[in-house]
């Protein structure tokens, strides 16, 4: 355990370290981030809707798909120079592989999400102050089930010919449970609604985090076999 | 290749493998001993990859097994590195995740394979030659009983061919297993102590090349291609 514990803390280190170096996923997924958070906003009749009854939702698409492209990115580095290879041929075993990826990938969409809000407060005027400590738990949990799930199919992706194709066919439909979890609840938090109200959309978001890692990790050693 | 138990670093009984239809290794046998150094030789597409592959643990066999006494280094076509990490860290990476103590390791496998001023550069600008020598202190690190070398001089300019095969005489002087696929009988003839042929994933006998000029005993094997 300490072993694999070790070895994907270096894995994570080394992908964030080549993140920080290239800074093209984080780049291109910020300005994804603010062009659809501004597209969005502009793109409503302001006598019509009000930018509070869309902010959940541009919020949660804004990071999903902002996400996906550091999903991407998690091992097309690796395809490169077929470094994970190297990994491979070392004694780290393929749970240490999914473990660094997925706490890197956490970095990366963490990142992310942390510019991001800022920028949606901006835009939307929405109070998130009020409800900012229910609110970064909604969004760490919703999170952690579709980092969890893009690890493992951002793994099997990268082995077809149209990586950055495929890991959106393949991921959005695992997402979408999740995502529309993580909507309501940010609504009811900005509705300024009480958290007994959230108490159903809380466990069904935590039970994904659950079966979500749990089958990651497992299957894990399944997409590494070829 | 008559091998004392205690000696022996590889034993491979029955190893099968197919790719969809195609059968690419077919009931292959092989054993090698401490200071065996075998030169793989055979027509394109005859299975030497898959089987360096297989041997490594990159590849899980369709039948038979794989019997490894003691660590494995490879080097392959792909260096197995990270372009925006340098020299240093690729190597320092690889290090951590084979559990040995990085800093004077890496410095002095850089020092080996004459990287040393070239240490802190990105390996992405680096020429095929010095890639190939990147990946040959990769292979190195955990100073491995076994060293799995894929076409290793393709690519390499004169000198640096020259510096590759005085490294693999060290080690062959240091009773390290090898087991090379190459055609260049010229330089890899003199490290080699043994020579088979593999064509439509069967491996012929192992010819000892003790006292027997390589490059007739090469034309002697590919004259069955013809």
């Known amino acids: 355990m300490g072993a694999t514990l070790r070895a994907a803390w270096h894995i994570a280190v080394k992908d964030i370290a080549i993140e920080w170096r290239t800074k093209t996923a984080f780049a291109s997924g910020l300005v994804f981030a603010v062009l659809v958070l501004a597209v969005l906003f502009f793109s409503r009749d302001p006598t019509a809707v009000s930018a509070q009854d869309i902010a959940p939702g541009a919020l949660w698409v804004t990071f999903t798909f902002a996400a996906m492209l550091g999903l991407n990115r998690a091992f097309l580095i690796e395809r490169e120079l077929k470094a994970l290879d190297g990994i491979l041929l070392t004694p780290a075993p393929p749970a240490a592989i999914f473990w660094g990826k997925f706490g890197a990938n956490l970095a990366f969409v963490g990142a992310i999400e942390a510019i991001s809000l800022p920028l949606f407060v901006l835009f939307y005027d929405v109070p998130i102050w009020l409800r900012f400590g229910e609110l970064v738990l909604v969004i760490a949990m919703a999170t952690i089930a579709f980092v969890a799930v893009g690890t493992l199919l951002s793994a099997m992706a990268v082995r077809t010919r149209y990586a950055e194709l495929m890991l959106p066919l393949l991921l959005l439909p695992f997402l979408v449970p999740p995502l529309v979890g993580g909507v309501q609840l940010t609504a009811r938090l900005l509705e300024g609604r009480p958290l007994s109200d959230l108490a159903g959309w809380l466990k069904l978001i935590g039970a994904f985090d659950v079966a979500f890692v749990t089958a990651a990790a497992l299957l894990f050693q399944v997409v590494l076999d070829e | ?226």
């Not at chain 2, 340098?86 to 080996?112: G, I, M, S, W, Y």
């Open chain 2, 1 to 226: 290749m008559t091998t004392l138990a205690t000696d022996r670093v590889l034993t491979a009984t029955g190893i099968s493998r197919r790719f969809a239809y195609r059968t690419v290794l077919a009931d292959v046998s092989l054993s090698l001993a401490r200071g065996d150094v075998l030169l793989l030789v055979g027509p394109n597409g005859a299975g030497k990859t898959t089987l360096i592959r297989v041997l490594a643990g990159l590849l899980r066999p369709a039948a038979g097994t794989v019997e490894r006494h003691g660590t494995i280094g490879m080097v392959a076509h792909d260096a197995m590195l990270y372009p925006a990490l340098t020299a240093r860290e690729n190597l320092r990476f690889f290090a951590r995740l084979h559990e040995v103590p990085d800093r004077e390791r890496v410095d002095t496998l850089l020092e080996q394979v004459g990287l040393a001023r070239r240490a802190d550069d990105r390996v992405g600008t680096f020429s095929r030659g010095m890639l190939q020598r990147v990946a040959i202190a990769r292979a190195l690190l955990h100073g491995p009983g076994l060293l799995l070398f894929d076409e290793p001089l393709s690519g390499l300019d004169a000198a640096a061919s020259r510096t590759l095969v005085e490294l693999l005489m060290s080690f062959r002087e240091r009773g390290t297993a090898m087991i090379i696929v190459s055609h260049e009988m010229e330089r890899l003839g003199r490290v080699a102590t043994h020579m088979a042929r593999l064509a439509a994933g069967r491996l012929g006998p192992l010819e000892s090349l003790a006292g027997r000029d390589p490059a007739a005993v090469f034309a002697t094997l590919m004259q069955e291609d013809q």
